[in-house]
């Protein structure tokens, strides 16, 4: 999810010669350490702080049987809605000195000072323009309530990220903990990657909440009524969000995340709102799937940086 400023082609070449010796992944348990002062000092361990700002997230989640599209976010100020603004903490090693040399922090949650250049350093312009976190709009679909009844409405949908479950690290108290991590895993997990070699394949691993709300009509207690219920989920619903990919392809084109997860019940308020939220929760709650997709909103790179191949694609995600 690193900007194209922050390219650091050469550094990833040398490491990649290089990194054919080391075919062990770091192990599953690994935790990302920044880079020390020693390791600094000695030029063996590279650390870049990289801002993703005003990124793309667009994508589906599943309950039901019926599918949601969620909102596209993302894009240069001020022609779009903010989506996903954070930044990583990447430390990049020699993999003759550790098999984790690919690894990194990610963060949804900007510390105080802001860590941005330019005019992002004001805290006040920063959170105008891209606030941090995924910032969704409110949006409306058409789908079927209640279940199997062949009746359709449009619902209004909400997705709030949901923060209060992340503490505080030391080391930014005022911001909250990392979502996630990435570390290096094995070359057979990136066989046909689209940038860069299969030998700086990593694991990608970010945990986030959402509280998803409703607006909805239907009937309540057995009555027709085209009385608009608020409703929301009386718990946020997590979304472990996991992937395997190279760093190039985390840094230049971003992520695909596709997993599943468990949407909580569903409680309403006003007028009938108990039996609506029942027949809500009988519809949409219980396991679902999501499909995700987080990009950056800069031109992607050329394939295997050639003169006049086509940009590389992150499959199954929008282009831009």
Known sequence: MLKKPYRIGALLATLAAVGAMAVAAAPASAEFTPCSAAEKQAGICLQITAPFIGYHVSGTLTAGGQVIHLPLTGGEFPNSHPGFTGFAIVALRSPLLTTDFNSGQINSKCPAPPIFTGPFENPVIQFLLHPCGNI????????????????????????EESPAEQGCAPSFPLCSTPGGEFHTTAASSCPKPELGKSIDCIHQAVTTS???????????KGQASNTVSQCETTEPTVLPLAT?????????????????????????????????????TEDFSGPATFDICVQPNSTPPEKEEIPGNPPAKLAGCPEF
């Open 136 to 159: 969704s709009p409110p949006f409306s679909q058409e789908l079927e309530f209640p279940k199997a009844s062949a009746e359709h409405q449009t619902i209004g949908l909400t997705t």
């Open 244 to 280: 395997n990919q190279t760093f190039e392809e985390f840094a230049f084109l971003g992520s695909r995340y596709i997993g599943s997860t468990t949407i909580p019940r569903i409680s309403c308020s006003g007028r009938y709102a108990n039996g609506r939220g029942n027949q809500m």
């Open 210 to 220: 959402l509280r998803l709300g409703y607006a909805v009509r239907g009937p309540g």
